[in-house]
């Protein structure tokens, strides 16, 4: 593995290790970090994953990365929010490769999620590229292989319905189900929380060696950075739980009490955590709300 100078430039091509490439697309904010990583697998016919947001800049590294003679076998998607599918189609139409994913922006919803959206929860306005479809729908532990490569799919929702993380012998590519730099956006009905805590136990049990985040740097523990998100929700829910015992709240109201060091630009993310907390206690027994989830409904403890 060559030293990572992690960020590098947008645009820049690094080469985390043998037989993989990873370019930065120009998309950094509060919720992307230092922006989305694309990566090339393999040699000569090559997979992209995440080809990211539809910037021409960011599709031209892309095809700038790969060496005269390569060409593009397949796309594959992670997910389908704006800052990491949208690039998916242009680059096909510049390739003729396939795109690959488990499914469309609805799929993948559990049959809770599904209710609570069908009964009116709105969505938390984190980037949902509504207009995604793969052309070739990925399941849970299909194979997707290339010249010198093989990926396993694991169906990981919480972050995102469609949600996937991709295996590489001992390697992950992890999407933004785990990132190092920062813990993931759980938004319902997209985000799921108990969704999310079943794809940190799943991957615990692949035992990955390293893991390829969609944003930041990889994660080189693998195993400390799953038990630190696993303790991480544990104790948010136990924040919110106390803040119910104090008194009935909003959602807002919550996230005040509890994330009391958030810088202002992410208190809305803050809110739909919470939310994505309250919705897992509810359905464990241990809050309640007043009326049908809107802005503005009012929890107690259950």
Known sequence: MET????????AVRHPEPGLRRVLA???????GAGTNSYILG??????IDPGPDRPDHLDALLAALTPGESV?????????????????????RTGAPVLAFGDAGAGRSPLMAQLAAEGLGRGGEGIDSDFAPDIRLDQDATIEGAGWRLTVHW?????????CLQWG??????????????????PPDGDLAAYMRGLDHLAAIAPARL??????PVNDPPARLAELTRHRHERARAIRAALDATPATVEEIAARVYTD??????????????????????HGQAAPDRPLQPGTRFRRA
């Open 4 to 11: 990572d100078d992690f960020p590098p430039p947008a645009g």
């Open 26 to 32: 120009p998309n950094p904010s509060p919720m992307t």
């Open 156 to 164: 990981t929702p919480g972050h995102f319905g469609n949600h996937i």
């Open 212 to 217: 390829y985040p969609g944003h930041g740097a």
């Open 170 to 187: 001992d390697r992950v590519f992890s999407g933004d189900h785990v990132m190092g730099w920062a813990s993931t956006l759980i938004s």
């Open 73 to 93: 076998s397949h796309i594959i998607v992670t997910h389908a929010h704006r800052d990491h599918s949208p690039a998916a189609r242009p680059l096909s139409r």
């Open 43 to 48: 040699q000569g016919r090559v997979a992209v």
């Open 262 to 283: 958030t810088p202002p630009e992410l208190h809305a993310a803050a809110a739909r955590n919470v939310l994505a907390h309250l919705i897992d206690l509810w359905q």
